[in-house]
């Protein structure tokens, strides 16, 4: 098997795990949670197969709709991150996507960063209009998309460079 298969393998599971052990727990002022495992998406590799990151993602949010018991939300709104991730490598990069000369768990940059704010806040709006369902709860879920989505960059960013691959 490839490196890189096996790395997105153990990427897939740690997340999972650490989803569900420890930021699922995490009420931050009783409604904000961090939802850190939409990474596996964000770092997936750029040339890879977009197939298998489409089953993959939908596999991810799969399992944490599983251990949340939140009827799908999580399978749909990682599926749609992982259909748009190419165009928001293009609004963000430019023309670095198509020579597929990126890698999002470089240092920072505002196109980086451009990336996984908009990656972030697709996610967390299709997550919580999902969730709420509802036209009434629409203030509700757009404060609970601008609180999630900053709790959810700042642990993402830290996470990121926190378990960046050495340079050989």
């Known amino acids: 098997m490839n490196s890189t298969i096996i790395t997105n393998i153990i990427r897939f599971i740690l997340l999972v795990i650490v989803q569900v052990v420890i930021f699922n727990h995490i009420d931050l002022f009783g ?20 197939a298998a990151l ?41 023309l670095s996507y198509e020579y597929q000369t990126i890698r999002i768990n470089d240092r920072i940059s505002p196109e980086r960063l451009t990336f996984i704010v908009i990656s972030i806040i697709t996610h967390h709006i299709i997550l919580f209009t999902l969730e709420f369902f509802k036209f009434v709860f629409l203030l509700d879920a757009l404060i609970r998309t601008l609180c999630a989505t900053a709790f959810t960059l700042i642990i993402s960013i830290t996470l990121i460079y926190l378990f960046k691959p050495s340079k050989r």
Not at 31 to 40: K, V
Not at 63 to 76: K, L, Q, R
């Open 54 to 94: 489409l089953v993959a993602s939908f596999l991810l949010g799969l399992s944490i709709d599983y251990f949340e018991n939140s009827g799908g939300v999580h399978a749909t709104a990682s599926l749609v991150l992982a259909y748009l991730r190419p165009s928001f490598f293009k609004f963000a990069f430019g």
């Open 31 to 50: 409604f904000i949670n961090p939802f850190p495992y939409i990474l596996f998406i964000l770092l997936f590799p750029v040339n890879s197969n977009r």
